[in-house]
């Protein structure tokens, strides 16, 4: 009998010693976007290695409308973590922009992955430079998305007005691409990944020779008219069949970020967590591949890092700016 009660008291200390850490644990929310799109599975992955890894944490990851509703929720402390586009982010941080009151005191923990500038067209349409769009007609994306905005800001840093420089569509990639290989469009925009899946089906179409518009002369344009928001990229060669050459563009990052307050050290676990075990969020979404510490130092955040993860950069001789 006295054994069993020996074990009985163990079992009853170790049940309540599990009961205390689970209620004192550290809970996380990351607020990522549809679950259709990526700012989901990276946050869910993410969330999966913070629960893992980081002691006493436990994450989720919760479906929100993206960038503006991410930085809002942060602002008003309903979630501890965002992803958000480096130029929503830098309009919540200023306090300016559309959906945007006042300054919200975000940083940045990490820089995730870009997102890529397209301006695609064919051979013999014309088109050696963005300034040769004039009198063109070009789909500049879907209504309302990132990449119509940011097509606009680039027709607009070359003096272009979107609705007399151009004869302008608003479509989306897979209409554009369509169009496109119709002729009746003379080329495209569209910001995302690479590669593309529109952009691919149009190089591999028998017949037609895709072309892609080097933009790597408006970033420092953009960079002034707009905010540090804008980092000079390339789409690497070969990156699209018969893409002979390195392609530059303008590129802008999506960024994981925290408010101000959070705590150095948990800031540190979680940048920390993430280096670590990028390989395990790259098997989730591939995206996750652009996840590196030299990335952070490639000016792709307007915004400032927070202690947290520039002590982790420190300790591993990288230079945050």
């Known amino acids: 009998m006295k054994w069993f009660s020996i074990l009985g008291l163990s079992l009853m200390l170790f049940m309540a010693t599990s009961l205390a850490r689970t209620q004192n644990a550290v809970r996380l929310s ?14 869910s992955g993410m969330a999966g290695l913070f629960s893992k ?6 994450a989720t990851a919760e479906v929100t409308s993206a960038s503006v509703d991410n930085c809002l929720l942060l602002n008003k402390s309903k979630v501890d973590l965002a992803l958000a586009v480096a130029d929503t982010a830098w309009d919540a941080y200023q306090g300016k922009g559309k959906g945007f009151r ?18 695609v067209s064919l051979e013999n349409r014309g088109i050696e430079k963005v300034t040769d ?19 606009m800001r680039i027709l607009e840093s070359v003096r272009l007005s979107a609705d ?29 990944g690479i590669p593309t899946a529109s952009v691919t089906d149009l190089a591999t179409t028998p017949g037609m020779k ?35 050459l390195d392609i530059p563009v303008p590129l802008v990052w ?33 995206e996750a591949r652009f996840l590196t510490l030299e990335a952070q130092a490639g000016g792709g955040s307007p915004i ?16 945050a700016k």
């Not at 919200?104 to 301006?119: G, N, Q, S």
Request: hydrophobic residues 40%.
């Open 30 to 43: 990351i607020a990522t976007g549809g679950t259709g799109g990526i700012y989901y599975p990276v946050g």
């Open 53 to 58: 890894y980081v002691s006493n944490v436990h």
């Open 102 to 119: 006042e300054k919200v005191p975000v940083r940045t923990l990490v820089a995730v992955y870009p997102i890529f500038m397209h301006l």
């Open 133 to 151: 769009l004039k009198g063109k007609a070009v789909s500049t994306g879907a209504p309302g998305g990132w990449t119509e905005f940011t097509a």
């Open 164 to 192: 007399k420089g151009v004869m302008r569509s608003r479509l989306g990639p897979s209409e554009s691409n369509a169009t496109l290989k119709e002729k009746k469009i003379d080329a495209y925009f569209w910001g995302g």
């Open 210 to 244: 895709m072309k892609l518009i080097p933009l790597g002369d408006v970033v420092s344009i953009m960079r002034d008219k707009y905010g540090p928001v804008y980092v000079k990229g390339s789409i690497p060669a070969r990156t699209y069949l018969g893409q002979d």
């Open 254 to 286: 999506n960024l994981l970020l925290c408010h101000e307050n959070m705590k150095e050290d948990l800031a540190y676990r979680i940048v920390k967590t993430i280096f670590e075990h990028q390989p395990e969020l790259v098997a989730i979404q591939r």
């Open 304 to 319: 400032p890092y927070h202690p947290g993860a520039l002590r982790y950069f420190a300790e591993r001789g990288i230079k």
